[in-house]
């Protein structure tokens, strides 16, 4: 396996006391795979990318075992660190303007990691740095490599970042939104070139999108986040045709289709919990029209409803389902053929 | 006659750039005419930078037009006096995109919902609590809430407070630019069904910007297709995304996400990125990034034609 995400927990220091922002996140990317992560505002998907590349902020606390290619990153010094990011593993952040230096031209910063991480000498550095740019389809390598970011457009902009993540040509690659900030004809741009590398490459991908989109197009086994927890998790396919979590159902009947017009979209009541604020069974019990009274005491476990398919509710436990009276039976009658 | 008729309206802005001080004629909107009936909603779609909020903007005065008609109920209202301005403000109201920035934090919403009725001097004091709380009640708000401050409330429910605002003084008209933009899906669908709620129980008319063309496609019966500043396409909302007749309107359509991983996609990837608002190309706007771009797409200006019965497009070749 070239990832293994082992129970893995993140607390931050918000208003002088910790809280928990992720909790039991366990999950495994193989290689040539994408994997999906989705879910709203504030799941911690990015969180999550960052604890696998431990750019956390100050005084995080991380917890759990993450394993990349065998070897378990978490127990790893600062310096081993930085010999696998932007070698092993690296990342493409949202927002390309903020997370390229301006002050140094496109063909410095994407040298950058040849540098640290590679014996090649100048030339052979140039000419992989004008490889790299054409390769993400960029127009006029040479002359590029000599401009500074505020010069491109935003498109140009992440096809850089691709560059730059790609340069060492890690074996995972983690990409956050990569194209939330750009316009959706560009957007079909990067979404091609993803798919382009996905074909030529045999890297793992980790795609964290909040556009079921974008899921669709690009990934091949997804994970459903709600409120720091991994909630459901299923091939892509499975995960579109046969949604179990209700919280994965409620986000798909909220997305107007195409060809269905002034139709009654489905959606969620209230707000997501706050870290800090978690009630003690199901996060998501206070905004489900399933939820039992085991919903709002005990968590409920990861279940299998088959091979790779997995959701966290207690709707699919059989003891529960068994438990229950006839009134609830057919609750989940109607939840199990949503 | 149409609720509201847009003739050849321009928004052109002019700024400084670089050391020098070199003048630059932006031009955000150029020359975009279209209408909207009563009780319906036209949808303008586009990416960043095309115009859309410009054109809002524009048609409501916030920015005076450069040149231009908009005639709202048969009235021209570019050149109208402030006096007459401000009884037409009522008719017509606009909901911002981000629901943080619009909403005076240090008021509460009962003194937000209020402001619009204390300005136009609407009703005595009862009669006004009441419209207050019989609207808090529409957007899902408990009488109790309306004491509360905008910070405490989530992102949703301000943008339904925004409505609430807008809907005040009883107006015919909204102006929504990226009503639920800024929205996660599940909430952005509270708000999309509680517009088309009550567009049906009022009749009311919107103009519905937004970049997101599932979300376009889901709440208008009209849509309209910009590129930088200009209209390129225009018709009924099933003509549009069935049988689109502009090429810009295609790769649009083309290059949406679709959710549903087995559909098989035809995609056109349009080469390069959108030219720059400051200096647009000659001839088609459009013709730098055409697949079926010619020699004479550099030359021709092409106009905005009716092509099939009511739909309308401006491209040189369909
Ligand atoms: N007050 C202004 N002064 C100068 N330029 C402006 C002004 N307002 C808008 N523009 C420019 O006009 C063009 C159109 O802007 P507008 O905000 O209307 O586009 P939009 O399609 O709504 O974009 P977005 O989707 O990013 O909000 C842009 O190039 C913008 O930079
Ligand atoms: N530096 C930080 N300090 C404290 N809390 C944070 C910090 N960064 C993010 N959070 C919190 O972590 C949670 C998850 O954030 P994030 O991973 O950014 O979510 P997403 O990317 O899914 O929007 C949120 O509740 C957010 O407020
Ligand atoms: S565990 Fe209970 S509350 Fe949570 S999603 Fe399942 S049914 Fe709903
Ligand atoms: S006029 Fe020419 S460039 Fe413009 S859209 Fe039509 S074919 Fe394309
Ligand atoms: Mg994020
Ligand atoms: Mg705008």
Redesign the interface.
Same mark, same amino acid.
């Given at each position: 396996m070239l990832l293994e995400v082992n129970d893995l927990s993140l607390s931050l220091k918000r208003a002088g006391k910790y809280s928990k922002i992720l909790d039991g996140i366990s999950f495994q990317v193989a290689q040539g795979e994408t994997l999906g992560i989705v879910g /709203?505002?504030g799941c911690g998907k990015s969180m999550t990318a960052l604890s696998l590349m431990q750019l956390l902020p100050d005084k995080a606390r991380l917890g759990g075992k993450v394993d990349l290619q065998g070897e378990q990153i978490t127990s790893f010094s600062k310096r081993k660190l930085e010999k696998i990011r932007g070698n092993q593993m690296s990342m493409i952040f949202q927002d390309p303007l903020t997370s390229l230096n301006p002050l140094h031209t496109v063909g410095t910063q994407v040298e950058e990691s040849l540098i640290l991480h590679t014996k090649k000498s100048k030339q052979e550095r140039r000419d992989r740095v004008l490889h790299l740019l054409r390769a993400v389809g960029l %127009?006029r390598a040479e002359e590029l490599i000599d401009e500074y970011p505020h010069q491109l457009?935003? &498109?140009?902009r992440q096809r850089v970042m691709i560059a730059i993540a790609m340069a060492c040509e890690p074996q995972l690659l983690i990409c956050d939104e990569p194209t939330t900030a750009l316009? #959706? !004809? @560009?957007? *079909?741009?990067i979404? /091609?070139l993803m798919n382009d590398i996905k074909r030529q490459t045999k890297m793992g991908i980790i795609m964290i999108t909040?556009?079921? &989109? #974008? @899921? *669709?197009?690009v990934c091949d086994r997804v994970i459903v986040m709600y409120a720091g927890k991994i909630v459901e998790e299923a091939p #892509? +396919?499975e995960l579109?045709q046969n949604p179990k979590h209700p919280y994965t159902q409620?986000?798909?009947?909220? +997305? %107007?289709?195409?060809? /269905?017009?002034?139709?009654?979209? &489905?959606? +969620? %009541?209230g !707000?997501v919990p706050t870290p800090g604020n978690m009630p003690a069974g199901c996060r998501f019990a206070d905004r489900c029209i399933h939820a039992m009274d085991i919903c709002r005491s005990t968590l409920p476990p990861m279940i299998n409803i088959q091979e790779n398919h997995q959701t966290a509710c207690w709707l699919y436990d059989e003891k529960e389902a068994k438990n229950d009276g006839s009134a609830r039976s057919t609750e989940l009658e109607t939840a199990l053929h949503n | 006659m149409a609720l509201l008729e847009v003739q050849n309206l321009k928004q052109h802005f002019t700024t400084k750039k670089g050391f020098m001080g070199e003048k630059t004629v932006i031009k955000a909107v150029d020359g975009v005419s279209l209408s909207i009936e009563e009780g319906k909603t036209l949808g303008v779609v586009g990416e960043s930078g095309c115009g859309k909020s410009s054109l809002g903007r524009s048609i409501l005065r916030l920015v005076e037009p450069t040149e231009g008609s908009v005639k709202f109920n048969g009235q021209e209202i570019v050149g109208m006096s402030p006096r007459g301005m401000k009884e037409l403000r009522k008719e017509m109201q606009i909901v911002f995109q981000d629901p943080y920035a619009s909403l005076n934090p240090r008021n509460t919403v009962r003194k937000i919902l209020e402001a619009p009725l204390l300005i136009h001097g609407t009703g005595n004091k009862k009669e006004r609590q009441e419209r207050i709380e019989s609207l808090a009640g529409k957007i899902g708000l408990r009488k109790e809430q309306l004491n509360n401050y905008p910070h405490e409330f989530s992102g949703g429910q301000r943008q339904r407070i925004g409505i609430a605002r807008a809907l005040m003084l009883n107006p015919k008209l909204i102006i929504a630019d990226e009503p639920v933009s800024a929205l996660d899906v599940s909430v952005q669908s509270q708000v999309l069904n509680l517009m088309l709620d009550l567009q049906q129980e009022r009749n009311l008319s919107y103009m519905f910007i937004s970049h997101d063309l599932s979300v376009v496609q889901h709440v208008s019966d009209k849509v309209a297709v910009m590129y930088l500043g200009k209209v390129v396409e225009i018709a009924d909302v099933k003509k549009v995304y069935k049988d689109p007749l502009h090429p810009y309107t295609r790769a649009l359509l083309s290059a949406l996400p679709i959710p549903d991983p087995v559909r098989v996609r035809n995609r056109i990837i349009l080469q390069g990125d959108l030219p720059s608002p400051a200096n647009p190309p000659p001839g088609c706007p459009f013709h730098t990034r055409c697949p079926m771009a010619t020699k004479e797409c550099a030359e021709i200006v092409p106009p905005l034609e009716e092509k099939t019965t009511d739909h309308f497009a401006a491209c040189i070749h369909t």
């Open positions: /709203e505002s %127009p457009s935003g &498109g140009m316009d #959706v !004809t @560009v957007q *079909a741009q979404l /091609e909040h556009d079921m &989109g #974008v @899921v *669709a197009e #892509v +396919i579109f409620g986000l798909l009947d909220s +997305i %107007p289709k195409l060809g /269905e017009r002034k139709k009654k979209l &489905g959606s +969620i %009541p !707000t | -």
